[in-house]
Each structure stands twice: as C-alpha cells, then as structure tokens.
C-alpha cells in the first residue's frame, strides 16, 4: 500500500476511522469488479480521498454495500464505499499508476532493466490506462487530462536546470490532482465547488510530488537517477516552505467549499497532510517554528475516543493450534486489528497494525472541533 496520506489509527475516531477504512476497500473492490485482480494491487491511501470527497458533498451518507471477509478487516464482512466516488478514484488510480509503471520501464530501475519483465509491465500499463479511460467515461471524467499531465512531464524535467523553480517540475502532478478533484463536485451535483476543489488538488498534487521527492533524494544521489530537487538546486529548507504553504493552501481552499459532512475530508486534508509534511521532514513528534496553534485560556483537551474490544473465546491447547492456523493462513496475525488470542481470547492488533502508528503518545493529543472526533491541535 503507498500514498503520504497514512492516518494513525490513533488519530481518527471510530466513525471516522470506519469511513476512511470503508473507502479504502470501496477502492479496492472497485477496482477488482470493473478491472480484475491485478488491478487491486494499485489500490493507494491517496486515491480513495477522490472517494470521501464526493460522499463529503452529498446531502446523505454515500452509496454503501456489504464486502464479504478480508484479511485486512481481521476476516469480518464490512459496509463499503460503492457508485461514482469509489469508479472515480479507480479510474485515476489506474491512470497513474499506469503512468507510473511505464517511467519505471522507460527508466530501467530495478527488475525493469530486464526484457521481459518491461514488456509485461508495458502491457500492464497499457491495459491499466485504457481501462481507467473506459471507467473515467462512464462517469463523465475524461482521463485525458491525466495522460497529457503525466506525457509532459519527461519533456519538462529534461529542459530544468539548476536555478529553475521546482514548481515547473510538479505542475504535471498539480494539473492531475487538480482535474480529479474538481471532478468530484460534479459527481457530487455541486458544482460550484469545482473551482475551490480544484485549487485544493493542485496544492494537493504539489505537496505529494514534493515529497516524493524528498524520500527519494539520497537513494537518486546514489542511482544517478533524476530529482527534482537536485536538478533545480532547491534545498530542503525551500521545499519544507513551499509543502507548508501548499498545506496551508489546501485548508484555505475547503473553507471556500460548501460539503454536507466534511468530518473525514478535513481530518486527511488538513490534519494527515500537515504530519506527511511532518513526518517525511523528520520532525514526527515537533511541529517547526511558528506552527504551534495556543489554545484558548481555560481549554482542557478531552480524552481522545478509544476502541474497547471485547476478549474472545478462550480455547485448550490443540483447538488453539487450530485456530492459530486459520489465523495464519487467513493474514489475521499480520493484518488483522484486532485478531483475538487463539488460546487466552485477549484482543490483539496485527503485526502490520502496530507498525502503524507513528503520532508518539496520542493521549497527549487535544481536540478541536473541526471534524467528528477530530484529534488534533489546531485552531481550525
């Protein structure tokens, strides 16, 4: 799973943290029932923000179906996010990903540089591009925009040079972002959001071009590979302002927009992208200077909502091993949040899910009231 949006589970409440988890999957089946198998492995925390945003600005709750079991929810069935949303977000995930693949082929990297790897990974992409084309139709988005963004974007980083502003090297990704943010207004029946929407993508997209490159840039020094940070001679200080503003940016741009329920919206847009910012600048647990947002005199945090699992069935040693088995075979110990004991009944979370949190002592988080359950510092 990539994208910079990586939401602790900590950090969303269960209301929230159950949509975002319904859109993820939402993507993922969509992606599986309109384009098979394979194309589940482009499933991305990024794209399915494509998805709350169009529930986000509807007058009632999103298109919902029941998923049977998953590894990733612990083997349970689940409401998911379903209808345009969900096609949406498949449709530019494929589309970039696709376009993804082909820079990886067309680059050498890896296992790319050999033959017959890069020709299947060509056909993949092919097939991957027309396919999001076919789904962005339906839904009315022409995926154009998207290849025309990404086509440009090799002829543009061959003509930087050091001096160069970084922002010729992201507007590619801001261009894209920002279509397929706009795009959700009109799936919505909103459009007069289009134009706040599609400011708030194109910050979007420069934010994670940003960081991409960012994560990247020791391994590129040492590949040889292209970065745009080293080409146009921009230091990290400059890139962390340019991300701070274009976070900033994304917020002013929501306020401008009209949603009927912006609670997990606002909790990835703000809050998520604000600590990607943080965590791929190394500074996880310590806000830079001037970004402390004082709370008002007298404010007490409240506690921050936590889940209380109920404790399993509590087994003898050979039933035990039994179940212990299935919960191998089935992923649970690793993806599974919570999986209960096989022997003792005790609520655990999965390997993956304990690797997950990154926010530090979440209890000393304080609360706002900017979404529902959203834990954070601010004063939005």
Same mark, same amino acid.
């Given at each position: 799973?990539?994208?910079?949006?990586?939401? @602790?589970?900590?950090?969303?409440?269960? *209301?929230?943290? *159950?949509?975002?988890?319904?859109?993820?999957?939402?993507?993922?089946?969509? %992606?599986? #029932? #309109?384009?098979?198998?394979? $194309?589940?492995?482009?499933?991305?925390?990024?794209? %399915?923000?494509?998805?709350?945003?169009?529930?986000?600005?509807?007058?009632?709750?999103?298109?919902?179906?029941?998923?049977?079991?998953?590894? %990733?929810?612990?083997?349970?069935?689940?409401?998911?996010?379903?209808?345009?949303?969900?096609?949406?977000?498949?449709?530019?995930?494929?589309?970039?990903?696709?376009?993804?693949?082909?820079?990886?082929?067309?680059?050498?990297?890896?296992?790319?540089?050999?033959?017959?790897? $890069?020709?299947?990974?060509?056909?993949?992409?092919?097939?991957?591009?027309?396919?999001?084309?076919?789904?962005?139709?339906?839904?009315?988005?022409?995926?154009?925009?998207?290849?025309?963004?990404?086509?440009?974007?090799?002829?543009?980083?061959?003509?930087?040079?050091?001096?160069?502003?970084?922002? %010729?090297?992201?507007? /590619? !990704?801001?261009?894209? !972002?920002?279509?397929?943010?706009?795009?959700?207004?009109?799936?919505?029946?909103?459009?007069?959001?289009?134009?706040?929407?599609?400011?708030?993508?194109?910050?979007?997209?420069?934010?994670?071009?940003?960081?991409?490159?960012?994560?990247?840039?020791?391994?590129?020094? =040492? *590949?040889?590979?292209?970065?745009?940070?080293?080409?146009?001679? *921009?230091?990290?200080?400059?890139?962390?302002?340019?991300? #701070?503003?274009a976070v900033l940016g994304?917020?002013?741009?929501?306020?401008?927009?009209?949603?009927?329920?912006?609670?997990?919206?606002?909790?990835?847009?703000?809050?998520?992208? #604000?600590?990607?910012?943080?965590?791929?600048?190394?500074?996880?647990?310590?806000?830079?200077?001037?970004?402390?947002?004082?709370?008002?005199?007298?404010?007490?945090?409240?506690?921050?909502?936590?889940?209380? /699992?109920?404790?399993?069935?509590?087994?003898?040693?050979?039933?035990?091993? &039994?179940?212990?088995l299935v919960l191998c075979?089935?992923?649970?110990?690793?993806?599974?949040?919570?999986?209960?004991?096989?022997?003792?009944?005790?609520?655990?979370?999965?390997?993956?899910?304990?690797?997950?949190?990154?926010?530090?002592?979440?209890? @000393?988080? =304080? @609360?706002?009231?900017?979404?529902? &359950?959203?834990?954070?510092? @601010?004063?939005?």
């Amino acid at each position: 799973m990539f994208g910079i949006l990586r939401p @602790c589970r900590h950090r969303l409440s269960p *209301t929230l943290r *159950t949509s975002w988890m319904a859109h993820l999957c939402g993507l993922c089946l969509a %992606l599986r #029932d #309109d384009h098979g198998q394979l $194309a589940r492995t482009v499933t991305n925390y990024d794209g %399915l923000v494509v998805s709350a945003l169009v529930e986000a600005q509807s007058p009632t709750v999103g298109t919902r179906r029941v998923a049977g079991p998953c590894p %990733l929810r612990g083997m349970r069935s689940a409401p998911v996010a379903d209808g345009s949303g969900a096609r949406l977000a498949a449709a530019v995930s494929l589309v970039l990903a696709s376009a993804k693949v082909r820079d990886h082929v067309d680059d050498g990297d890896g296992a790319f540089r050999k033959a017959p790897v $890069a020709g299947v990974a060509r056909r993949v992409a092919t097939r991957w591009a027309r396919q999001g084309a076919a789904t962005g139709e339906q839904i009315g988005f022409s995926t154009a925009v998207l290849l025309d963004a990404v086509g440009r974007q090799g002829e543009l980083e061959s003509g930087l040079a050091t001096g160069s502003s970084v922002l %010729l090297a992201t507007e /590619p !990704t801001e261009t894209a !972002t920002a279509a397929a943010f706009a795009h959700t207004a009109v799936l919505a029946g909103r459009p007069g959001n289009a134009a706040a929407l599609g400011e708030a993508g194109k910050l979007f997209g420069r934010v994670a071009h940003l960081l991409d490159a960012v994560e990247d840039i020791d391994a590129d020094a =040492e *590949t040889g590979a292209w970065n745009p940070l080293t080409a146009t001679g *921009t230091n990290l200080v400059e890139a962390r302002r340019l991300c #701070d503003d274009a976070v900033l940016g994304v917020k002013l741009a929501l306020r401008e927009a009209d949603f009927a329920d912006q609670g997990l919206v606002h909790a990835l847009l703000v809050h998520e992208l #604000d600590a990607a910012v943080n965590r791929t600048f190394g500074h996880q647990h310590s806000p830079p200077p001037g970004h402390q947002h004082p709370m008002p005199p007298g404010h007490v945090p409240p506690t921050p909502p936590k889940d209380m /699992p109920r404790w399993g069935k509590k087994r003898s040693t050979l039933p035990g091993c &039994g179940v212990a088995l299935v919960l191998c075979c089935t992923c649970q110990y690793c993806c599974a949040d919570p999986y209960h004991d096989p022997w003792t009944g005790e609520p655990k979370s999965g390997w993956c899910a304990q690797s997950y949190c990154d926010c530090g002592d979440c209890s @000393c988080c =304080e @609360c706002c009231s900017c979404g529902d &359950g959203c834990c954070c510092s @601010c004063d939005c």
